[in-house]
């Protein structure tokens, strides 16, 4: 049995009151930060041809896509000619639709083009990495500044962050302290800190298996101090360990046991459900391989859900090896069929119906918003180095008697 008490700063957040005034000069100082740039919705049609394709190949290219431009404005459907068309596979279905888009998402001539054209007016040929592009602009979201009111939740939970983790930075020290200094009861540390003492049973040398592996309880640091010599024979405080993710823990021994071989008595429905496990186990597999083999042979497909696409990105309840299987699966014959042990939940069959490619548009798009998340983690680098360098700089002496007093407001 295990006694904790856990420094969090999403606990500390969630305490922190934040005044409206806070709140309105936050949104003043950092206006940028919530401007919405302007959006534009086009659809397009795509002709594609290398960047280094011989001069036949692009002639070629350019020459269609004259006669498909010549086409459109004669009254041809934009709507069909992408489908029957373009050779962007992503977009074609839909008529070349792109949906929304701001102007970093696009590569620079496309952008250009697209964010200069007239709604409803068709233009190009334009020339990208990509091949030759007619775009058609069908509707447009102007820029603006997103207000307060949109943004209130947003700027609370950051203030709320930021103060929950100086405060946490503040306290550290005096919480390590404290558990040091007071070794044989957590309570101190409690009290100081508003803090409750929680109380775990059955903890081994792996952790906790009802508690989430990304617990604080089942770091292995704080395992490892909890296991040690000292801390069984004399149930003192482990030290303050920092386990991530804005928490510090402290823990100790209340009651020990030692490793002991059970008998087996005592553990005989668990070995009998064990094997039963095992062997359903076992006989799924074998089902399931089975009925896989007849499958990808031409077998009937009977008994699959009904069809639903799947996204490598978006939110679903398949299981990571599913996900897996699934999307590293050869496609060249559809449907093709997936087989996937998953354990304790059995075998599983997964049927693919249909690939849809991203369009080279999206995949521009993708890539932008990688780039503009990379850009933002290396800022936030570039803020925490200075911090820290400033600090070393800096004669900074800590009262502890303050920092305890100015946790319990």
């Known amino acids: 049995t295990v006694q904790y008490v856990l420094l969090d700063a999403e606990q500390l957040a969630a305490r922190i009151s934040v005044a409206e005034s806070d709140v309105a000069a936050f949104y003043e100082q950092n206006r940028k930060r919530y401007s919405a740039p302007e959006e534009r919705r086009a659809r397009h049609i795509l002709i594609r041809v290398a960047p280094d394709a011989a001069k036949s190949e692009r002639d070629a290219a350019q020459a269609r896509a004259n006669a498909l431009l010549a086409r459109l404005k004669q009254g041809a459907g934009f709507d069909e000619l992408a489908k029957t068309e373009s050779q962007d596979p992503g977009s074609a279905r839909s008529g070349g639709d792109l949906d929304f888009f701001t102007r970093e998402m696009m590569t620079g001539a496309f952008a250009d083009a697209a964010f200069s054209a007239e709604r409803g007016v068709v233009v190009g040929p334009v020339d990208t990495e990509f091949g030759l ?214 075998y599983a069959i997964y049927q693919i119906s249909k690939v849809i490619e991203p369009s080279a548009e999206s995949v521009e798009k993708r890539a932008a918003e990688v780039r503009t998340q990379l850009e933002q983690l290396l800022s936030q680098q570039d803020v925490a180095d200075y911090v820290e360098s400033v600090k070393r700089r800096l004669d900074i002496s800590r009262s502890l008697s303050r920092l305890g007093a100015a946790a319990q407001q």
Do not use: C, W
């Open 133 to 346: 592009h007619l775009i058609e602009v069908t509707d447009i979201r102007p820029g603006r500044i997103r207000s307060l009111s949109e943004v209130r939740d947003e700027i609370l939970a950051e203030v709320r962050r930021a103060q929950a983790s100086r405060r946490l930075a503040e306290d550290a020290d005096a919480f390590g302290n404290l558990v040091y200094e007071q070794p044989d009861s957590l309570q101190p540390a409690a009290d100081r800190f508003g803090l409750k003492v929680e109380q775990v049973g059955e903890v081994g040398r792996g952790g906790v298996g009802s508690l989430p592996r990304e617990h604080p309880l089942n770091s292995p640091r704080l395992l490892a101090s909890l296991f040690s010599a000292d801390a069984i024979a004399k149930r003192r405080n482990t030290e303050a360990i920092d386990t991530g993710a804005g928490r510090i823990i402290s823990a100790r021994i209340v009651e020990h046991q030692a490793a002991r071989k059970k008998p087996f008595e005592e553990v005989r429905d668990e070995v009998r459900s064990s094997l039963v496990r095992d062997e359903s186990r076992q006989l799924a597999v074998q089902a399931g391989e089975a009925r896989l083999k007849s499958l990808r042979e031409g077998g009937d497909p009977a008994g699959f859900s009904s069809a639903r696409p799947l996204t490598r990105s978006g939110q679903t309840n398949l299981p990571a090896p599913a996900m897996e299987a699934i999307f590293k699966a050869g496609t060249a014959k559809l449907p093709a069929y997936v087989g996937v042990d998953l354990a304790e939940q059995g």
